[in-house]
């Protein structure tokens, strides 16, 4: 059975740091990109970063430049989400996703808030 588990979410005060973990299993983890996105209410789910299946090639949206890291740990299984500097905007339910080999797996996401 593929599942994908976020955890790591939670409130925290503007400037503040998060890290998310995506926990995965039932795939062969190492063939898949992974991709973090993130959601508001009343708007379209947002790529937020993407890391390659090695890790050679990672991409951020310009929103997050140089505050997010993504990596992973492909012994592990397991995709991460350091979050730094955060801002009001960045409150949003966070969904890690895989794609790969024709499939398109998904978590059921992980809310964090952004508020003083």
């Known amino acids: 059975q593929v599942q994908l588990v976020e955890s790591g979410g939670g409130l925290v005060r503007p400037g503040g740091s998060l890290r998310l973990s995506c926990a995965a299993s039932g795939f062969t983890f190492s063939r898949y990109l992974m991709r973090w996105y993130r959601q508001t209410p009343g708007k379209e789910r947002e790529l937020v970063a993407h890391i390659s299946r090695l890790g050679r090639t990672i991409n951020y949206a310009d929103s997050v430049k140089g505050r997010f890291t993504i990596s992973r740990d492909n012994v592990k299984s397991t995709m991460y989400l350091q979050m730094n500097s955060l801002k009001h905007e960045g409150t949003a339910v966070y969904y890690c996703?895989?794609?790969?080999?024709?499939?398109?797996?998904w978590g059921q996401g992980t809310q964090v808030t952004v508020s003083s």
């Open positions: 996703n895989g794609f790969g080999q024709a499939n398109d797996y």
